[in-house]
């Protein structure tokens, strides 16, 4: 939610949805993703398929018949992969901050976990061998949890 100031009186809560997209294809691809992910579109989808099947005898099953469907499909599939990667990395942006804002708000929660889709290869594996390790000497998960908490407070 946000706050919009007004001098007239209290600040106006708005939900995020109500506020207005920063671009075009953002608000495009959040739509056709919309669309396209619903049974309505796979139903249309089929329609089309059949229907081009069906007049397959009346175009004598020609190469031009063909080159129709695949030509068709190959530039919605062109098009469908680079709508669905922006939507999917909006959407990946956004739980990685929803994790953040957790892991941020946790006491015993290292903040370094925090941006950890940032990290390199060297401090994941680094952070991998230190849970296995926590794992293998048979900790609970919480008491695994602080135990990792207090060794990154020493360090």
Known sequence: MRRVAD??????????SDVP?????????????????????????????????????LFHFSDTWQLVINTGTTVVTFLMVFLIQ??????????????DELIRAQRSARNIFADLENATEEELRDFEKEFKALRARGLSEKKAARTAAVRATKT
């Open 7 to 16: 001098a007239a009186g209290p600040p106006e809560v708005h939900l995020v």
């Open 21 to 57: 997209r920063e671009s075009w294809f953002r608000a495009l691809s959040c739509k056709v993703a919309n669309a396209t992910g619903t049974h309505w579109a796979f139903l249309a989808a089929l329609a089309v398929i059949v229907g081009w099947a069906v007049t397959g005898p």
């Open 86 to 99: 922006a939507t999917q990395n909006r959407d990946g942006k956004a739980l990685q901050l929803k994790l």
